[in-house]
C-alpha cells in the first residue's frame, strides 16, 4: 500500500473489525460498515467486479434467492411486521457485510488484501488474549487452577464466551489454513515458526477458558483437514516423519478433548439426560418457561443440566413446529416463540429461541428457505474445495474451514444472528474474493496490479 487513501480505509477497517463483536457498538460499527461500503463502492473497478461475480455467481444466486423468499414470505406470515424489521436489521446489514467482503477486491485503491486479513487476524488475537488474561487474573486472586469451568466461563470483550469462543475458532481457522500450508512446504501469512506457535498457544487456552463444549467440533474438523491434506499430499512417500506428524495431530486432538470431558462436569449427565429431555409433555413448563419452572431429576435424583435439558428439548419441539409451519413464520431470531404461540397459545411460554441456529432459520425461513440457503452454502463449500491446490490456496483453505466450522456449529448453536452473521458473510465473499483474484508480484507495474485465472498459474 502507497498512498494514503489505502492506510485511511485500512485503520477504519481495524476499527471495525475490533469493535464489531463488542457489546453496545451496534451504532458505531453501523457507521463504519456504511462509510466503508459507501467509499470502496463508489470507487468500484468494473472488471474486478465482474471477475469475482462470474467466479462465484452460483453462490449469489443462491443468497438472492434466499434474500426473495424472505420477503415473499411476508405475503402470508402473521407477523410479517416483525419479520420485515428482522430482515432490514438483521438479514440487510449481513448482506451490506457480504457486499463490503467483495468491494475491498474491486476497490480501485492499493488496498492490499493480505493486510485486511492480518488486521481481521490480529483483532482475533487480541480478544483470546483478553479472554486468557481474565482466565489468569482469576486463577491467580484464588491461587488455584479453575475446577469443571462451570459458572467460570470467560467472555474476554464480548458479551459471552458462546461469542468469544466463535472468535477464537475464526482465528483457529485462519491459522490452520497456514499451518496446512507450511506442512506442504510453502507459506503465505508473514510470521515465524515461533509466532505461530505462540498465536496457536493462545487461541487454544483462550478456547480452554471459554469452556464452549461444541468449540470441540472445530479442532475435530481443523484435525480432519490437517490430517487428510497432509496425507493426500505426501501420499507418495509417506515417511516415518510423516506419520508421526499425523499421529502428533491426532494425538494432541484427542488430548484436547479428553481435558475438556474432565473438567467440564455438563458431560457427566448429557446421556442420562437425554430420555428425559425427550419426554417432552410430562415437562412441558420446564421447556416452555426456563429459568421459571424448576427442571426435572435425573434417575438418581439430581437435578438436570439446564444446558444438556433445554438444547434436547428444544430440538425435539423446534422439529415439531417446523413440520407445524412448513413454510415458516418469518425470518428472525424469535421464531420457534413465535411457534409457541401459534401452538399453545398467549403466554404459554417464555422461551424464543431453540439455541440452534439452523432450526432457528428453518421456523423462521421454512423449507424453502432452508433449501436456497444451503443452495449458496454448499455452493460456496464446493468452490472453496477447488481451489485448495492453486496458487491462492491459502484463501481457498481459509474459506473452506470457515464454512466447515460455522456451518457445523451452526448445527448446535445460535450463531447464525447480530454481528456473528455479519462476521460470517464477511468473511465468506472477503475470501471468496481473494481466492478469485492474486495480488500482484512487488516487482511487477501498477498497471495491472492483478492477475486472475488461467493468467495467475504459474506456467
Known amino acids: 500500500m502507497e498512498n494514503r487513501s489505502s492506510w485511511a480505509a485500512l485503520t477504519l477497517f481495524a476499527v471495525l473489525f475490533f469493535i464489531w463483536p463488542i457489546a453496545h457498538t451496534i451504532a458505531l460499527r453501523n457507521?463504519?460498515?456504511?462509510?466503508?461500503?459507501?467509499?470502496?463502492?463508489?470507487?468500484?473497478?468494473?472488471e474486478r467486479g465482474r471477475q469475482i461475480l462470474f467466479a462465484w455467481h452460483p453462490v449469489a444466486w443462491g443468497l438472492a434467492l434466499f434474500t426473495a423468499w424472505l420477503f415473499v414470505e411476508l405475503l402470508f406470515t402473521p407477523f410479517?411486521?416483525?419479520?420485515?424489521?428482522?430482515?432490514?436489521?438483521?438479514?440487510?446489514?449481513?448482506?451490506?457485510?457480504g457486499f463490503l467482503g467483495v468491494a475491498i477486491l474491486a476497490w480501485r485503491g492499493d488496498l492490499s488484501p493480505r493486510a485486511v486479513l492480518l488486521v481481521f487476524f490480529g483483532t482475533l488475537v487480541i480478544e483470546a488474549v483478553a479472554v486468557d488474561a481474565q482466565g489468569f487474573l482469576w486463577m491467580i486472586h484464588h491461587g488455584q487452577l479453575p475446577h469443571g469451568l462451570v459458572g467460570r466461563r470467560w467472555k474476554g470483550l464480548t458479551a459471552g464466551p458462546d461469542k468469544?469462543?466463535?472468535?477464537?475458532?475464526?482465528?483457529?481457522?485462519?491459522?490452520?489454513?497456514?499451518?496446512?500450508?507450511?506442512?506442504?512446504?510453502?507459506?503465505?501469512?508473514?510470521?515465524?515458526?515461533?509466532?505461530?506457535?505462540?498465536?496457536?498457544?493462545?487461541l487454544l487456552l483462550s478456547s480452554y477458558f471459554e469452556a464452549m463444549r461444541n468449540g470441540l467440533i472445530d479442532l475435530v474438523i481443523l484435525a480432519a483437514f490437517l490430517v487428510v491434506r497432509f496425507a493426500y499430499r505426501h501420499r507418495a512417500q509417506f515417511t516415518m516423519r510423516r506419520r508421526l506428524i499425523v499421529a502428533g495431530i491426532v494425538l494432541v486432538t484427542f488430548v484436547l478433548i479428553g481435558l475438556d470431558l474432565a473438567f467440564d462436569h455438563r458431560w457427566d449427565s448429557l446421556y442420562a439426560t437425554i430420555p428425559v429431555a425427550w419426554n417432552t409433555a410430562a415437562h412441558r413448563q420446564a421447556w416452555l418457561n426456563p429459568g421459571r419452572t424448576p427442571l426435572?431429576?435425573?434417575?438418581?435424583?439430581?437435578?438436570?443440566?439446564?444446558?444438556?435439558?433445554?438444547?434436547i428439548a428444544w430440538i425435539k419441539e423446534g422439529f415439531k413446529s417446523l413440520f407445524d409451519f412448513p413454510l415458516g413464520l418469518g425470518y428472525g431470531r424469535s421464531a420457534f416463540g413465535k411457534a409457541i404461540l401459534l401452538r399453545f397459545g398467549p403466554g404459554a411460554g417464555t422461551a424464543t429461541s431453540t439455541?440452534?441456529?439452523?432450526?432457528?432459520?428453518?421456523?423462521?425461513?421454512?423449507?424453502?428457505?432452508?433449501?436456497?440457503?444451503?443452495?449458496?452454502?454448499?455452493?460456496?463449500?464446493?468452490?472453496a474445495a477447488n481451489g485448495?491446490?492453486?496458487?491462492?490456496?491459502?484463501?481457498?483453505?481459509?474459506?473452506?474451514?470457515?464454512?466447515?466450522?460455522?456451518?457445523?456449529?451452526?448445527?448446535?448453536?445460535?450463531?447464525?444472528?447480530?454481528?456473528m452473521l455479519e462476521q460470517f458473510l464477511f468473511l465468506c465473499t472477503f475470501l471468496a474474493a481473494?481466492?478469485?483474484?492474486l495480488e500482484k508480484p512487488?516487482?511487477?507495474?501498477?498497471e495491472t496490479p492483478y492477475k486472475t485465472g488461467a493468467a495467475a498459474r504459474p506456467q
Open 31 to 46: 457507521v463504519l460498515l456504511f462509510i466503508l461500503v459507501l467509499w470502496l463502492g463508489v470507487q468500484w473497478n468494473r
Open 388 to 419: 485448495v491446490d492453486r496458487p491462492n490456496a491459502y484463501w481457498s483453505r481459509a474459506l473452506l474451514l470457515i464454512l466447515l466450522d460455522t456451518g457445523a456449529r451452526t448445527l448446535v448453536d445460535a450463531n447464525m444472528q447480530d454481528y
Open 355 to 383: 439455541n440452534n441456529g439452523f432450526l432457528n432459520l428453518a421456523l423462521g425461513a421454512g423449507f424453502p428457505g432452508l433449501i436456497f440457503w444451503y443452495i449458496w452454502y454448499f455452493l460456496a463449500l464446493k468452490g
Open 434 to 437: 481473494s481466492a478469485t483474484i
Open 296 to 311: 426435572p431429576l435425573l434417575p438418581n435424583g439430581q437435578a438436570v443440566s439446564q444446558s444438556n435439558y433445554l438444547r
Open 442 to 446: 512487488a516487482d511487477k507495474t501498477r
Open 80 to 97: 410479517w411486521r416483525e419479520a420485515l424489521g428482522a430482515i432490514q436489521g438483521q438479514w440487510l446489514s449481513a448482506l451490506l457485510s
Open 164 to 202: 468469544s469462543n466463535y472468535l477464537t475458532n475464526m482465528g483457529l481457522d485462519l491459522l490452520v489454513a497456514e499451518l496446512s500450508l507450511r506442512l506442504e512446504g510453502d507459506r503465505f501469512l508473514p510470521m515465524n515458526r515461533a509466532a505461530m506457535g505462540i498465536i496457536f498457544a493462545l
